[in-house]
Nanobody, 114 residues
Framework: QVQLVESGGGLVQPGGSLRLSCAAS????????MGWYRQAPGNERELVAG???????NYADSVKGRFTISRDNAKNMVYLQMNSLKPEDTAVYYC????????WGQGTQVTVSS
């Protein structure tokens, strides 16, 4: 089983930046893909970005060119650098990890507002 703990959320003005971090523990040797989903009030959870163990990435169209996902396999960490933030990026951001199942973190709130 994999445990995930996110950090780095907060309040930022439009156009600003935040960096989210996710620390994995437990049976991390089995983890393949890691990444981030987000859920805004009244909306379904949506994929933001994912990264494989080898470093292949995929992004939601809405964040391409603004967000960058990265991963440190030695430290069992995944990161999401978010630039040029918009109010519509406001959501709870969840880290996930795929082994034979999907594990989730507890979520971190990102609020983009002036």
């Amino acid at each position: 089983q994999v445990q995930l703990v996110e950090s780095g959320g907060g309040l930022v003005q439009p156009g600003g930046s935040l960096r989210l971090s996710c620390a994995a523990s437990g049976t991390v040797f089995r983890v393949n893909t890691m990444g981030w989903y987000r859920q805004a009030p009244g909306n379904e959870r949506e994929l933001v970005a994912g990264i494989s163990r080898s470093g292949s990435t995929n992004y939601a169209d809405s964040v391409k060119g603004r967000f960058t996902i990265s991963r440190d396999n030695a430290k069992n960490m995944v990161y999401l650098q978010m630039n040029s933030l918009k109010p519509e990026d406001t959501a709870v951001y969840y880290c996930y990890a795929v082994t034979g199942r999907v594990s989730w973190g507890q979520g971190t709130q990102v609020t983009v507002s002036s």
